[in-house]
């Protein structure tokens, strides 16, 4: 389950097989994420420091990139089994009900992340429209809202690629 191998196994142990797609491919985005919001703040901080001077942009396009890696490290979470939950009383119970209990809690995950896609799309959709743009730097909202609906799929993906494999391991 994990490309790590010191780590412990995650989740409820339920046996089944590792992602065909491996998560490493949104780990990855997610680091180019989090790379650019050092250095778009380090680079604010050090013109602020050496001019006085303060870079506008950086505090729209730090919070968008914070969203966009936790939408990608959300996925690789779903991805590897390794999103947070609490297993205290289902790692005590029979593997039989524990994977019931698990098909149950990723139809309702999946469900949730699915309203995402819908209602992220139609709201994208409506921000595109209405040609809305950002309050401080001017920016095409759809540029950063479309990213709710396009990652919610693929956490969808993910999800039900977890089902499939779960399912399998039966």
């Known amino acids: ?23 490493g491919i949104e780990r990855f985005f997610a680091a180019m994420a989090m790379a650019l919001v050092t250095l778009i703040t380090f680079a604010n901080v050090v013109v602020r420091y050496l001019t006085n001077f303060s870079f506008a942009f950086t505090e729209e396009y730090s ?8 939408f990608f490290g959300a996925s ?3 991805a590897s ?9 289902t790692e005590r119970l029979p593997r039989a009900v524990a994977r019931r209990i698990e098909y149950g809690l990723l139809a309702i995950a999946i ?3 699915a309203l995402l896609v819908w209602y992220g799309a139609k709201y994208t959709y ?5 040609e809305e743009t950002s309050a401080g730097l001017g920016v095409p909202v759809w540029i950063y809202w ?9 956490i969808v993906l993910r999800l039900l690629g977890r089902l499939v494999r779960v399912a399998r391991a039966a």
């Open 1 to 23: 389950m994990s490309d790590n191998p010191d780590l412990p196994t995650p989740g409820l142990n339920l046996g089944e097989a590792p992602p065909r797609v491996s998560p």
């Open 63 to 70: 919070v968008f990139l914070m969203v966009v890696m936790a």
């Open 76 to 78: 690789a979470a779903f």
């Open 81 to 89: 089994d390794r999103h947070i939950r609490m297993t205290f009383f």
């Open 111 to 113: 469900l949730m992340f």
């Open 126 to 130: 409506d921000v595109w429209r209405f």
């Open 146 to 154: 479309i990213w709710l609906p396009l990652m919610s799929a693929v």
